[in-house]
């Protein structure tokens, strides 16, 4: 019988700073899933993007693309795919100003453009190599997220002309595209639902921008200690950092494990 739910962003929280998960973090999940315990990952990622994740730790809950594909110990009960036709009028334009997108659904991911500097660092941070070309990719298929490369601040004329999208920011060279009023809260709440707990028995950790909505939606909201200064001022607690143990800690603090 499981009595509560643990919500895990990836980067910077499941993995450390070089994309490997401390042990300490290992040997905690084993321990929440003994205790009867729901243990689902909740990321900007596609799922395609954590898979090796997910057998590692046995996780068969997830909240994926910012909440827009989520599946509840492995079936989905939730997507939230962008409109064509906004994604249409908005890779005209982008094409127009050489900006480059990349699209994304549940299985794979194409680029609008090939050899791009912006596309092959942002990736590269993830230890992602460069996607396939296909501009044409969305036409065809159901995207649940879209990549916008471009510096700060430059994606402002997108954000004021297409009120249907919603842009959020990752990396100094891209932005998450996801339809408008798509987060991590949402799809947390799906999976919420499918649980059938209450949400006071459910947790989440987190480090970045795009985990807001996460720490604000669910009971108790939890910041690694390498998160974002604007994550910590919303959450019920801070733990240490990835490096230092920061999940083990937080979830020894709330006695889960």
Known sequence: MHNKIVFFDIDGTILDHDKQIPLSTKKSIQKLKENGVYVAIATGRAPFMFEDIRKEL???SYVSFNGQYVVFEGETVYENPIATEELTNLYRKTEQMEYPIVF??????????GNHPFITESMGSLKFDYPKVDPEFYQSNKIHQALLFCEKEEEAPFVQSHDQLHF????DYSCDILPSGGSKAVGVEKLIQ??????KDTFAFGDGLNDIEMIKETGTGIAMGNAVPELKKVA????????LDGIQKGLAYFQLV
């Not at 994304?104 to 453009?113: H, T, W």
């Not at 959020?168 to 990396?171: F, G, N, Q, S, T």
């Not at 019920?236 to 990835?242: K, P």
């Open 104 to 113: 994304m659904n549940n299985q794979e991911m194409r680029a609008s453009v």
């Open 168 to 171: 959020l920011r990752w990396h």
């Open 58 to 60: 046995q996780i068969e």
């Open 236 to 243: 019920d607690f801070t733990t240490d950092s990835v490096d």
């Open 194 to 199: 499918a649980s059938g707990l209450d949400i």
